[in-house]
């Protein structure tokens, strides 16, 4: 029995030993043939919505633990047809398999990210954790890529590539076409705009050949040892608003010119476009996070009534319009009656409107913005009391003399009441609070040779109002806010800037100031939404 159980385990260490001198040379031969050459497959998600079968380039590159040790530039990611990732295969040559690696890839037409191991990515990674493996499939999908840094790429999303973005809008432009879609259009913008306001940036390995950073536990003393101060950052963007609008358009007809309307006979902006590409321009400001919803359109082909009981008729009206000096006043219309003739705060009350557009021509007397109903605050216009409104209701006056630029001019006369309530006051030359600093101007600040993001008829750098094509050079500091709240002195982050930084117009200073608003979550160390837009939007979150 004995010898029978020592001849078993003889028999199972030769086994053993066969089975193991076998796995460890069929290792070897696996490990020259990876060496030699393999092919693996990396999944990307690239920023954007593009169209199954959609192509894009980028240059990839591989890092062991102490260095690069290839590039693969333009390889081409095609967009999988059952999901919106994006893959590529590439040969690996003359690699050791036993080596760990990082992938960073850049497309041609975005920034560069870093992966370096499973759900590692950009600042969390500090050493090279992926194996490669023969036939291996590398879903680095977890983080979108993105994009916007346009050729010649400087590592970086700015004012620059924004700005060629919209040099050639409407061409069939391929450095400027973002997502590859074969036109140039908004999409490609907003894609860059979006990328801007996250700061976006050329990953950087920094951390090869060094050991990784170890977490030391501190050893418990008995003296009581102050508490850190913790770094307030931004969660990422603030949630998706949505606002249901009413517009209500006064364009009368005029009967002694072949009943043409107001807006035909004068050849002014067709209102209904106008609020559509409004409503379009927000959307794509703020990458879908604010949606308009127009409820209904009301037109009324009259005068609107004055608040003293006056109203124009054509002859009367014409005659202002000729001679501005022959106009009426006060010049007021009657909110209360327009709130009462349309049902205005029933519907707001329901929760069917959550705004009220009103649109007219010059001399009908809307206000840019008001506010109507409970404790209301000045709106760039005194408040709308005595209404029937359950909370208050924004009512924005819209002149369809003009286009959108106009629209959204009186937007920002909205957000500047609507901060100045939420901080409690704004001023130039003084950097109180934060709202202070976003909107400090150099040539209204004495005491301060920079400014911050500017306000709606100054741009950082406009000698004068209204000057938004300036190519005076100006220090400001605004891009800091788009990491908000952690503002760093302004003195350390400024940077030179003219009007190029918004392509040198009007609508384009816009896009600048309102993309530079803080749209984060949570709340700052100064008690204040880090979504100003919560504000803007919603005047009934404004305490």
């Given at each position: ?9 003889l ?29 693996i497959?990396?999944?990307i998600k ?14 990839v590159?591989?890092f062991?633990e ?19 990732t ?5 040969k ?34 500090y ?10 499939l ?12 346009l050729?010649p790429?400087?590592g ?10 919209k ?25 860059a ?15 090869l ?18 508490s850190?101060?913790?770094?307030i ?9 949505d606002k249901?609008?009413l517009?209500?358009?006064f ?10 309307k ?16 409004a409503?379009?321009w ?10 308009y ?14 608040e003293d ?9 014409l005659?202002c ?7 009426h006043?006060?010049?007021?219309a ?7 003739s ?13 705004e ?11 206000y ?10 000045e ?64 040539t209204q600040s ?15 750098n ?9 190519s005076?050079n ?5 891009d ?13 982050v ?12 009007e ?6 100031w ?5 749209k ?24």
């Amino acid at each position: 029995m004995t010898k029978s159980i020592k001849l078993l385990a003889l028999l199972l260490i030769l086994s053993t030993s066969l089975l193991t001198g076998l796995f460890l040379t069929k290792r070897r031969q696996v490990s020259k043939l990876l060496a030699i050459s393999q092919t693996i497959t990396l999944k990307i998600k690239i920023q954007g919505s593009q169209a199954p079968g959609a192509k894009i380039y980028a240059n990839v590159s591989l890092f062991d633990e102490q260095k690069k040790v290839k590039d693969y530039p333009m390889t081409l990611f095609s967009r999988e047809a059952a999901s919106e990732t994006f893959s590529a295969d590439i040969k690996v040559q003359d690699l050791d398999p036993s080596n760990k690696y990082s992938f960073l890839i850049k497309p041609t037409k975005g920034v560069a990210k870093v992966f370096c191991g499973a759900n590692k990515s950009g600042e969390n990674c500090y050493q090279s954790n992926f194996y490669l493996i023969e036939g291996g499939l590398y879903e680095l999908d977890f983080e979108t890529i993105l994009l916007g840094d346009l050729p010649p790429q400087d590592g970086k999303i700015n004012a620059r590539d924004l700005s060629f973005i919209k040099g050639n809008l409407g061409k069939d432009f391929g450095d400027a076409d973002v997502n590859d879609d074969k036109i140039v259009d908004t999409q490609d913008f907003s894609l860059a705009l979006f990328s801007l306001g996250k700061n976006a940036s050329d990953d950087t390995i920094n951390w090869l050949g060094k050991a990784p950073a170890v977490s030391l536990t501190p050893v418990p003393s008995s003296s009581p040892v102050p508490s850190p101060t913790l770094a307030i950052t931004p969660g990422g963007l603030g949630r998706t608003i949505d606002k249901k609008v009413l517009t209500i358009i006064f364009d009368p007809v005029l009967v002694s010119q072949n009943k043409q309307k107001l807006t035909e006979y004068k050849a002014w902006k067709n209102p209904y476009d106008t609020t559509n590409e409004a409503v379009d321009w927000f959307k794509n400001l703020s990458q879908n996070r604010i949606n308009y919803q127009v409820v209904e359109n009301i037109e009324a082909n009259e005068f609107i009534k004055k608040e003293d009981g006056f109203i124009y008729n054509e002859n009367t009206y014409l005659q202002c319009t000729a001679d501005n000096s022959s106009c009426h006043s006060p010049d007021t219309a009657d909110y209360s009656l327009i709130l009462n003739s349309y049902n205005v705060c029933n519907r707001v009350n329901s929760g069917e409107v959550d705004e009220l557009w009103l649109f007219g021509g010059p001399w009908f007397g809307f206000y840019e913005s008001r506010l109507a109903g409970p404790n209301g605050f000045e709106y760039n216009s005194p408040p709308l009391g005595g209404t029937s409104c359950s909370k208050l209701i924004p009512i924005m006056g819209f002149s369809y003399e003009y286009g959108v630029e106009n629209m959204v001019h009186d937007f920002g006369h909205r957000a500047e009441a609507t901060m100045t309530k939420v901080y409690g006051s704004w001023e130039e030359n003084r950097l109180e609070h934060s709202w202070d600093k976003f909107g400090l101007v150099k040539t209204q600040s004495p005491n301060f040779n920079f400014s911050g993001c500017g306000s709606t008829h100054y741009a950082p750098n406009s000698p004068d109002g209204y000057i938004y094509d300036s190519s005076i050079n100006v220090d400001s500091f605004c891009d800091n806010f788009f990491n908000y709240p952690n503002l760093s002195p302004a003195e350390n982050v400024l940077k030179t800037i003219n009007c190029n930084a918004w392509s040198c117009s009007e609508i384009g200073y816009y896009e600048y100031w309102f993309g530079h608003l803080p749209k984060f979550t949570g709340v700052g160390p100064d008690d204040k939404l880090n979504d100003w837009w919560e504000y803007i939007l919603d005047p009934n979150v404004v305490k």
